[in-house]
């Protein structure tokens, strides 16, 4: 054979020739391989036409297009969930050597084991990519899914199937359901030819290798991840129809033994001081390996004590991640600003020069609060270290004093919202420490908590008004027409408004029958219970329960208006009055001064019952069969949802509790009810179906 070209003697012309020839071969390759599992070249011959291809591509940009066009086949729409049949669970994490020790030391305990009885674990490296399940049937790969929300991922076997480490055959003595688990991930030299490929032909860069391979395994066209460089390690498994071996070691072993790569630096430690060297070497040949890893995993080696340690929410409690200390960069801090979140908090961000922190370009990191500030002493100008770890949002660790310049300025953090330009307060809890958040009291009239908030006004158990979901109140948001909750209902006034040219039903999506069904609902609205109206206020700490108690307290909206309007003073009579109410604390009796208190606020009131009549609560019936009676419900309800029988039980005078205890008069059960109804026997609570509840609140059919 001729010895190919070096590529930067090629001529535009010719490099189309081979680049169209080897495209070709790769394809009846892949084909034979992926598809037809008959491969008639070796891995690393056909490795050798995929670099020459790929090494063309990168010299001659144009040509990638025509490949992916002609190979490319219609996307999918999207994935198919599947259900994993063992969950896919999490590791808990640790960050130093006493914290390998106590984690030693818990698992003893745990099993009832002395501190010198015989004890051994497995240490591995924590391969940073992302984890998949990889289904074998009588030895033939069948399914892969990512691991999702660790009960439901999604299906990629047609993706998995093009990485050449998995086999599609198992090898050796396998058991007739296999489920092996691993890491996929890219190696440190594919994902920088790959990002070269992709500045080149202009696409998206990929922050670091675990993106890269997780946007390559997730691509919806298969052929697309055929032609990313992904690897695969083997460390757990999920279904087993029968166990190949008893320990964690044995079981990666018996992988490899089923043709799967495992990784080599996986060792067997018998004490915390083993693990922990083990821990050391690896992090001293980090660099040299070649891929990305976090941190060390340590599992308990026998797989009968693994089943009797089980799990702790998540995560297993035999097995613990030792993580690498988070990555760090220097960089200058040119600014701070103030971000306003939902809830009116205020979060100051640092702006930085970018600098590169593990591999992603940090521009941003948060400050978290004033206090924060103020403790690293951090100013405007500084030199600041920067870290991040994994997906956390990068934070300033702290000033590099030494390179502080003259003209470094400390930071006055606003006590107005830059929003808004409301107060922003810094609130006392219960115990009178005061909350680290300083927050905008803008409340209603904040645009930056604003279309949260008019979500939230919206919503079901608030004012409930149907066809004003997240969405459509975005949409109106933006178009400046609901701006405040009160512009709600003033929205088909305008609309009607003649001269308006942006009638709201020839905007898409808007026919003249949803415009007309829109305004009869928000009409539908206007007279509310009181509970719903204070409770669509969104003031701070008022969920419905304490929309509920000042509902009943104050019976009307105008007397609590005017109590709280007073109480602004914490030692006023007023105060007093709020904070009286049972199962109202000092918090709450604040928040509720400060929104009432609020100038903003007092207008926008003003204008919503311009529009809205909060009507008091229904009277409490006493008279009821199950008044005073403390109910439970529990599993599916099938006439009525959990909302509505738990207020047509308050309606009757019935409180209705969380959980089954003594207190418990009756625990209404609907199918699928499990611990509750376990307890309800155990106290002999009387327990009903949801027919019988009807029946005996007078509304069975
Ligand atoms: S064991 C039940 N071993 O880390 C425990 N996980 O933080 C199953 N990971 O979701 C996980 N290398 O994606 C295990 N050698 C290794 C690992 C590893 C990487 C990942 C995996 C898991 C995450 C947990």
Redesign the pocket.
């Known amino acids: 054979m001729k010895k190919p070209l070096p590529i930067d003697q090629l001529t535009p012309l010719e490099a189309r020739a081979e680049h169209d020839r080897l495209a070709e071969d790769v394809a009846a390759h892949d084909l034979r391989y992926h598809q037809q599992d008959a491969p008639i070249i070796s891995d690393a011959d056909y490795d050798a036409l995929r670099r020459r291809l790929e090494a063309i591509e990168v010299a001659f940009p144009e040509l990638r297009a025509l490949v992916t066009q002609k190979v490319g086949a219609a996307p999918s729409e999207k994935f198919a969930k599947v259900q994993h049949a063992v969950p896919?669970?999490?590791?808990g994490n640790v960050f130093d050597d006493g914290e390998v020790e106590d984690f030693v030391g818990r698992v003893r305990r745990f099993l009832g084991l002395s501190a010198t009885a015989p004890l051994a674990f497995t240490a591995?490296?924590?391969?940073d990519g992302?984890?998949c399940s990889l289904r074998y049937v009588r030895g033939e790969f069948v399914q892969a899914a990512t691991?999702g929300d660790g009960f439901e991922g999604e299906d990629v076997t047609a993706n998995v199937r093009t990485i050449h480490e998995v086999p599609h055959r198992l090898s050796g003595r396998f058991p007739d359901v296999c489920e092996v688990r691993g890491?996929i991930y890219m190696r440190h030299a594919d994902f920088a030819a790959l990002n070269e490929r992709q500045a080149a032909a202009g696409d998206k860069l990929f922050a670091n290798p675990r993106n890269a391979a997780a946007g390559s395994l997730r691509q919806l066209d298969a052929k697309i991840t055929a032609q990313r460089p992904l690897h695969f390690f083997a460390?757990?498994w999920g279904e087993m129809s029968t166990m190949p071996a008893e320990t964690q070691f044995e079981m990666v072993q018996a992988f490899k033994a089923f043709g799967f790569p495992v990784n080599p630096r996986t060792v067997l430690c018998r004490s915390a001081q083993e693990m922990i060297d083990h821990y050391r070497a690896i992090e001293a040949e980090r660099a040299k390996l070649g891929y990305d890893i976090d941190g060390v995993?340590y599992k308990v080696d026998d797989l009968a004590l693994q089943a009797r340690l089980g799990f702790v929410s998540r995560s297993?409690r035999w097995?613990v991640?030792h993580k690498f200390p988070a990555e760090q960069a220097t960089t200058a801090l040119r600014d701070i600003e103030i971000q306003v979140g939902r809830t009116g908090a205020l979060t100051p961000v640092a702006k930085l020069e970018p600098v590169t922190v593990g591999g992603v370009v940090v521009s941003n990191a948060t400050l978290h609060n004033e206090d924060e500030i103020a403790r690293k002493d951090i100013r405007i100008g500084d030199t600041v270290v920067v870290q991040r770890a994994g997906d956390v949002i990068p934070q300033i660790v702290r000033v590099v004093e030494e390179k502080r310049s003259a003209d470094a300025r400390a930071y006055q953090f606003p006590h107005h919202c830059p929003a808004c330009g409301s107060v922003a307060v810094r609130e006392i809890d219960e115990k009178g420490e005061v909350d680290a958040v300083r927050r905008c009291t803008g409340g209603l009239i904040c645009p930056a908590q604003a279309v949260e908030r008019i979500k939230h006004f919206c919503s079901r158990n608030a004012m409930d008004i149907e066809g004003l979901g997240d969405k459509q109140v975005e949409f109106f948001f933006e178009k400046g027409m609901v701006k405040t909750p009160s512009d709600i209902f003033t929205l088909q006034q305008r609309d009607e408004a003649p001269g308006n040219l942006q009638r709201l039903r020839n905007f898409e999506g808007f026919g003249e029958t949803s415009v007309r069904n829109l305004f009869a609902a928000i009409d539908a609205r206007r007279i509310i219970p009181l509970n719903r109206f204070i409770f669509a206020l969104g003031i701070r700490h008022v969920g419905e329960t304490n929309a509920k108690r000042l509902a009943r307290h104050f019976g009307s909206f105008e007397a609590l208006r005017r109590v709280a309007a007073q109480a602004g003073d914490a030692q006023s009579e007023a105060r007093a009055e709020i904070n009286g109410i049972s199962g109202i604390g000092d918090v709450v009796a604040e928040a509720v001064a400060d929104f009432f208190c609020e100038a903003h606020n007092e207008r926008e009131l003003d204008l919503l019952l311009a529009a809205v009549e909060p009507q008091a609560l229904e009277e409490v019936k006493t008279d009821s069969p199950v008044a005073g009676k403390t109910v439970v419900f529990t599993g599916a309800l099938e006439r009525l949802t959990r909302d509505e029988a738990k207020a047509q039980a308050e309606r009757l005078g019935a409180k209705v509790a969380g959980s089954v205890s003594k207190k418990t008069d009756l625990v209404v059960a609907g199918p699928g009810a499990g611990s509750k109804l376990a307890k309800a026997a155990e106290l002999g609570i009387e327990v009903i179906s949801e027919d019988d509840w009807l029946q005996r609140i007078g509304e069975g059919a």
Do not use: D, Q
């Not at 896919?88 to 590791?91: A, D, K, N």
């Not at 591995?124 to 391969?127: A, D, L, T």
């Open positions: 896919m669970l999490s590791l591995e490296p924590k391969i992302l984890s691991r890491e460390y757990a995993v297993p097995a991640a």
